[in-house]
C-alpha cells in the first residue's frame, strides 16, 4: 500500500503546449482512484510520469511522503500495466510473468508461487507455454496484466487494460480487478476513458481533459453533482441534456430560467443576483425527463429515432437548430415511432443549471429536492402504461 502525492505537477513536451498542467492530487494509501477522459487529454502521460517512465517537467512527486521525482521506475515500487502491452515475443507466458521477478532476484518457488496465482486470477493456465504472437490480444492484455501482478507493488498503474477485451470478458475482468484490489489492498490508479468502467470500479474518479483536473469524487457525487458541463456529460451514458436558457429571476433557494422555447420553469438550485440576465444552460439526464399527455405538456418534440436495447429504450428528440438531439431514455419498452410527436416534462428537481462558463450553479442539500411548479406539471405519464395514447402520429 502507497500513498501518493502529486503536487502542481506539471509536463511539457519539448517546445509544444503543455500537456499536464499543474495537477494537484493525493492518493490514500489503499485507495482506487480511476482516471478518465477522452483521448488525448493526458491521460497516459500522467500514468506514465507517476510510473518514472516520463520526466516531470515541473512540480513535484511523493509516495509515502518521500520525493521520487529523480527515482527510477525500479525504486518506486510500481507495478505498471501499459495501454499497448509490451510483452517479450521470445518468452511464453510464464516467463514473461516471471521475468520481473527474476531480476529481483525472487527465490525460485516464490516466482512459481505467484506466477500460478496470478495465472489461475487470469484464467491463463493453459496458456502458460504459448508465445505472445499465438495469444489473441484480449490474451496478450490479460497476460500484461498477470505480469504486475506478479510483482506485487505497492501501487498499480493500469493504462486501459480492458480495452481490447469483448464485452463478457471485460465484465469478468473488471471484477476480477476488484476482488483483487480488495484482496492485495494495495493503492491501484487506473485509466480509462469508458465511464462505465469508471463508475463501476473507483472509489475516486478523477476526470481529466486537456491536462486539468476538472473534478474529483466519488462516482455518484461526480454523478449528482457535475462541477461543470464537462463533467455532467462525460459521466453517465447518454449524456446529459443541455438546453439553452436565460436566468430570469435569481434567488437564494430558487431561480427561474426562461427556456429555449419562451417557458418558464423554476427550479430548486440557488443563483448569485449578479447572474440575473445571463445566458445559461439547463442540464438534465436522459432517465430523468419524463414523458407528459401531447394536449397538456408544457414541451413538445418530434422523435428522430428510437434505439431498443432490450431491458430500456432511447428516444432521440428534434431539438430544432439547437445542436444535438435530446434524449430520454424509457427504462421500458415503447411503442413510440421515428416521426411522432411526444410530450414531456422536465422535473424541476432533477435539473441542473450552467453558467456561460459552464460552472455548475451548486444545488442545495447535496440530494434532490423535491418541489413542483404549479401549473408547470401536466400529470405525468408512467413508463409502464401504453405509450401510443400520448403521441400524436
Ligand atoms: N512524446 C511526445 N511528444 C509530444 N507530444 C506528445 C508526446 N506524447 C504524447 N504527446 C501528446 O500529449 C497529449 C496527451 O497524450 P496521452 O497519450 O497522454 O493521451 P491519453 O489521454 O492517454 O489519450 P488516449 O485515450 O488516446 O490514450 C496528446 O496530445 C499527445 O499528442
Ligand atoms: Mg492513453
Not at 517537467?57 to 500495466?81: F, H, L, Q
Not at 489492498?185 to 470500479?201: F, N, P
Not at 421515428?338 to 422536465?346: E, F, W
Amino acid at each position: 500500500m502507497a500513498q501518493l502525492t502529486l503536487d502542481k505537477l506539471n509536463k511539457r513536451y519539448g517546445e509544444s503546449a503543455q500537456v499536464i498542467k499543474s495537477i494537484d492530487l493525493q492518493v490514500n494509501s489503499g485507495e482506487f482512484i480511476v482516471i478518465v477522459g477522452p483521448s488525448g487529454c493526458g491521460k497516459s502521460t500522467l500514468l506514465r510520469m507517476i510510473a518514472g517512465l516520463e520526466d516531470i517537467s515541473g512540480g513535484g512527486m511523493y509516495i509515502d511522503g518521500a520525493y521520487v521525482n529523480d527515482d527510477t521506475p525500479s525504486e518506486r515500487g510500481i507495478g505498471m500495466v501499459f495501454q499497448s502491452y509490451a510483452l517479450y515475443p521470445h518468452m511464453n507466458v510464464y516467463e514473461n510473468m516471471a521475468f520481473g521477478l527474476r531480476l529481483a532476484k525472487l527465490p525460485a518457488d516464490e516466482i512459481a508461487r505467484r506466477v500460478e496465482e496470478s495465472a489461475r486470477i487470469l484464467q491463463l493456465e493453459p496458456l502458460l507455454k504459448r508465445k505472445p504472437k499465438d495469444l489473441s490480444g484480449g490474451q496478450r492484455q490479460r497476460v500484461a496484466i498477470g505480469r504486475a501482478i506478479a510483482r506485487e507493488p505497492k501501487l498499480f498503474l493500469f493504462d486501459e487494460p480492458l480495452s481490447n477485451l469483448d464485452a463478457a470478458l471485460r465484465v469478468q475482468m473488471r471484477m476480477e480487478i476488484a476482488a483483487l484490489h480488495r484482496r492485495l489492498g494495495s493503492t491501484i490508479i487506473y485509466v480509462t476513458h469508458d465511464q462505465v468502467e469508471a463508475m463501476t470500479l473507483a472509489q475516486r474518479i478523477v476526470v481529466l481533459n486537456r491536462g486539468n483536473i476538472e473534478q474529483v469524487g466519488t462516482p455518484l457525487e461526480l454523478y449528482d453533482h457535475p462541477a461543470n458541463e464537462f463533467v455532467a456529460q462525460f459521466i453517465g451514458s447518454p449524456k446529459m441534456n443541455l438546453m439553452p436558457a436565460t436566468l430570469l429571476t435569481a434567488g437564494a433557494t430558487e431561480s427561474v430560467v426562461r427556456l429555449w422555447n419562451g417557458k418558464e420553469l423554476t427550479v430548486p438550485i440557488p443563483t448569485p443576483a449578479s447572474a440575473e440576465g445571463t445566458k445559461v444552460k439547463l442540464g438534465i439526464r436522459p432517465e430523468h425527463i419524463e414523458w407528459g399527455s401531447v394536449a397538456d405538456a408544457p414541451y413538445l418534440a418530434d422523435v428522430l429515432f428510437v434505439e431498443h436495447m432490450g431491458n430500456e429504450t432511447y428516444h432521440y428528440l428534434d431539438s430544432g437548430n439547437l445542436g444535438e438531439p435530446w434524449v430520454v431514455r424509457n427504462p421500458h419498452r415503447s411503442a413510440v415511432a421515428p416521426g411522432d410527436t411526444v410530450g414531456y416534462l422536465l422535473p424541476p428537481e432533477h435539473c441542473h443549471l450552467f453558467d456561460d462558463s459552464g460552472k455548475s450553479f451548486e444545488r442545495r442539500g447535496g440530494g434532490a429536492v423535491a418541489m413542483r411548479v404549479p401549473g408547470m406539471d401536466a400529470p405525468a405519464i408512467s413508463f409502464a402504461e401504453p405509450m401510443r395514447t400520448n403521441v400524436i402520429h
